[in-house]
C-alpha cells in the first residue's frame, strides 16, 4: 500500500529511518526571554495545553510557552540528522543544548532543521520556544482573538499541535519533491532539488514506478546542479488495457515510485513516494476530471475534536473521518480554516476523497499581514501540492483579512496577487478568491447561502441568475457575488456553503430556525439540498458541515462522531438523480 507506515508524519516522501518524538515533553509557560522558567509540568505532544489530551487542559491565554526533552542521537558517520516539525503555532524557536538552531513564522506549515553540527553522539537537550499571539492579523483560522469563544470561533492553539521526527539522511539528499501528473501525454514530471555539495561529483538519479508491484516504467539520469527534472511515460497496454491508470473518485488508482540517488557511484538517498494520473481543469462554466464533468458533493469540514482541538486524536480518527463523509454521500470535502495533517491528505488519496485546500484567515489588513500570509500560504502549497486528491485552492473565505475588498484596490490586489503566485508554482488547479461572495479574479464564483427553504432557494438562483451574477442582487441577504470592477466571466459556480441545521434539544447554535426532531430535520436537507442540485448552471455544492464544533452544533454529527441522522438517508438524497 504505498509502502505505507502508521504514523508516518510525510507519506508523500518516505525514508525508513526515522523517529517519532511525540509523547511525553517537560512543559513550561513562561515569558519572551531566552531563559525558560522552570519547567514545572508535563505535556503529551502534539496536543496543545489547551486540550484534555495535552494533559493540561488550561483554555485560557498564555502568549509564550516552553518544550524541553532528551534526544538520543546516533553516530553520525557522513550523515546528517534533519529535526521536522509538522505543525507549531505560531512562532517557533528552536535550540539544541542551548544554542539556537532557527525558528520559523506561521502554525500550519511544516518546517525542519538539520540539526547535525548541534549534537553529540548520545543524549542532548532539545528546546522549543513558542510565541503565540491574539493578533487578528496572523493567519490564524477559527482560532479565537478575544479570550472567550464567539460566533464561529474556537479556543486558540498555542504550541506544537502536530508531529515532532527526527530522520537520518545522506550528506547528499533530496530535500524537496514536486510531482506533476500530464494527464494528456500519459506522462509524469518528477523534479526535485537536492542538499549538500555536489560540486564537482556525479550524481545520477534512479527512479522506478510501478503499479500494484507491477513495473511500469524505470528511467536514470545525472543530476546538474543539484535539482533534477524527469518526465516518465506511464502507458503500458500489457499492463492495463487502456494503457493508463487515472485516479477518480470511482477509483482512486495510484502509482508508486521508487527513488535511489548515487553520488560518485555509491549510494547516497533513497526514499519512496507516489502519484496519482489525473487532471483537473475548467472548460467554460464546466469542471472536468479526467475530460469528464465533475459534480461535486462537498462537505465543509473543520477538523476538531473535542479533547485534542485541532490535533487529531489519532491516525484512526483520521480515516473514521474520511470514512463517515463517503458514507454520507459526499465524494469531496472542503477543509475549513485548516491545514490537515498530511495522513488526512494521504488517506483522501488511497479512498478517492475530493479535497479543497484551505487557508487559515487573517482578519485584519496591513503590511505584515500580507508578507506573513502570502509567505505562509505558498508553504502549504508547496507541501500539499503532490496530493491528488486536492483538487482546488481557497486561499480566501468571505473576505476574511481583506473586510474591504469589495472596493479598496490594495486588498483587491493582495487577493489577485495571492492567485497568481499559486498558479505560478500550479498552474493544474482552480484557485478561489474569495469564497462565498466579493470575488476578484477566481477560476470558480462561489456562494454562500444558508436560506432554510428550498424553493425558495431554487427561485433565487433559478429566477435572479443572472442578476445575482452581474452583481445586480445581492445574495445572501446582504453580500454581492463581486468586487467593483469585477464580472462574471463564464465561469462554472458552486454554492460552496448551505445548510448548517441544527437540532431544538441541543445547546449552541446553528444557521436559521432550529428543527424539532428527525423528521424536520430530513426534510429541510432533502428540500435545500435537491433545490441546489436543479440548478442547471450550478456544479456543485458544499454542505455545513461534517460534526459539531464546541459552541457550533450544526454538524452532521457530534462533536464525539456519533451520526445524528442514519448516513444511510442523508446518503440517499445526496446521491439521488434530479432533472435539471
Known amino acids: 500500500m504505498h509502502h505505507y507506515i502508521k504514523d ?3 507519506p508523500q516522501l518516505v525514508r525508513n529511518n526515522f523517529e517519532l518524538l511525540n509523547g511525553e515533553w517537560e512543559f513550561a509557560f513562561g515569558n519572551a526571554g531566552n531563559q ?3 519547567f514545572d509540568k508535563k505535556i503529551n505532544v502534539p496536543f496543545t495545553y489547551e486540550t484534555k489530551m495535552s494533559g493540561i487542559g488550561d483554555e485560557t491565554v498564555h502568549n ?11 553516530e553520525l558517520n557522513d550523515r546528517r540528522l534533519l529535526l521536522h516539525f509538522e505543525g507549531v503555532d505560531y512562532r517557533a524557536y528552536v535550540y539544541i543544548n542551548g544554542k539556537l538552531v532557527g525558528s520559523h513564522l506561521g502554525g500550519y506549515a511544516r518546517f525542519s532543521f538539520d540539526i547535525s553540527r548541534y549534537v553529540n553522539p548520545g543524549i542532548n537537550e532539545l528546546t522549543v520556544r513558542v510565541e503565540d499571539s491574539l493578533s487578528a492579523f496572523q493567519a490564524r483560522g477559527k482560532q479565537r ?3 472567550q469563544n464567539f460566533g464561529c470561533w474556537y479556543v486558540q492553539t498555542t504550541g506544537i499541535w502536530k508531529s515532532v521526527w527526527m530522520e537520518y539522511v545522506d550528506e547528499v539528499f533530496v530535500k524537496d519533491l514536486k510531482i506533476t501528473p500530464v494527464f494528456k501525454e500519459g506522462e509524469v514530471l518528477i523534479e526535485f532539488n537536492l542538499d549538500g555539495d555536489v560540486t564537482n561529483k556525479r550524481v545520477e538519479a534512479s527512479i522506478d514506478i510501478s503499479f500494484n508491484e507491477k513495473e511500469i516504467n524505470s528511467v536514470k539520469g545525472l543530476v546538474s546542479n543539484g535539482r533534477g527534472v524527469f518526465k516518465i511515460p506511464l502507458a503500458r497496454f500489457d499492463v492495463m488495457e487502456w494503457g493508463l491508470f487515472t485516479w477518480h473518485p470511482d477509483h482512486p488508482d495510484l502509482y508508486d515510485i521508487s ?8 549510494p547516497s538517498d533513497s526514499f519512496y513516494s507516489y502519484f496519482g494520473l489525473r487532471e483537473i481543469r475548467i472548460d467554460g462554466d464546466v469542471i472536468l476530471l479526467n475530460n469528464e464533468p465533475l459534480y461535486q458533493r462537498l462537505i465543509l469540514d473543520q477538523g476538531y475534536w473535542p479533547d485534542s482541538h485541532l490535533t487529531p486524536p489519532s491516525e484512526e480518527a483520521l480515516i473514521k473521518d474520511i470514512d463517515n463523509i463517503l458514507a454520507l454521500g459526499y465524494n469531496g470535502l472542503r477543509k475549513h480554516q485548516k491545514t490537515e495533517d498530511e495522513r488526512f491528505l494521504y ?3 488511497v479512498k478517492g476523497v475530493l479535497v479543497w485546500s484551505e487557508m487559515a484567515s487573517s482578519y485584519t489588513f496591513n503590511d505584515d499581514a500580507v508578507e506573513e500570509f502570502t509567505n505562509q500560504w505558498m508553504e502549504i502549497v508547496r507541501e500539499n501540492y503532490n496530493h491528488p486528491c ?16 469589495k472596493q479598496d484596490r490594495k486588498q483587491q490586489h493582495f487577493t489577485e496577487g495571492i492567485y497568481h503566485i499559486t498558479k505560478a508554482f500550479d498552474d493544474m488547479r482552480p484557485v478561489i478568491v474569495n469564497d462565498g461572495w466579493e470575488h476578484t479574479i477566481s477560476d470558480i464564483i462561489t456562494l454562500h447561502d444558508y436560506e432554510a427553504e428550498g424553493e425558495v432557494l431554487f427561485n433565487r438562483y433559478m429566477d435572479k441568475k443572472n442578476e445575482i451574477l452581474d452583481n445586480k442582487v445581492y445574495h445572501c441577504g446582504h453580500r454581492s457575488a463581486f468586487s467593483y470592477g469585477y464580472e462574471y466571466k463564464g465561469q462554472p459556480v458552486i454554492i460552496s456553503e448551505f445548510g448548517g441545521i441544527a437540532f431544538n434539544e441541543e445547546g449552541g447554535w446553528g444557521y436559521g430556525d432550529k428543527v424539532n426532531g428527525k423528521e ?3 426534510k429541510r436537507f432533502d428540500n435545500i439540498t435537491t433545490a441546489i442540485k436543479k440548478l442547471p448552471y450550478v456544479c456543485g455544492y458544499c454542505y455545513t458541515q461534517v460534526s459539531d464544533v464546541q459552541q457550533e452544533i450544526n454538524g452532521l454529527m457530534k462533536e464525539t462522531r456519533e451520526f445524528k441522522i442514519e448516513p444511510e438517508i442523508i446518503k440517499e438524497i445526496n446521491t439521488r438523480k434530479v432533472i435539471r
Open 390 to 405: 486536492i483538487i482546488t485552492w481557497t486561499p480566501f473565505n468571505e473576505s476574511w483579512g481583506v473586510l474591504n475588498v
Open 64 to 74: 509564550t510557552v516552553w518544550y524541553k526533552r532528551s534526544i538520543n542521537v546516533e
Open 8 to 10: 508516518y508524519p510525510r
Open 347 to 349: 488517506w483522501c488519496d
Open 259 to 266: 527513488f535511489k540517488l548515487t553520488v560518485d557511484d555509491k
Open 520 to 522: 424536520d430535520f430530513i
Open 145 to 147: 482573538w478575544i479570550p
Open 36 to 38: 525558560a522558567t522552570d
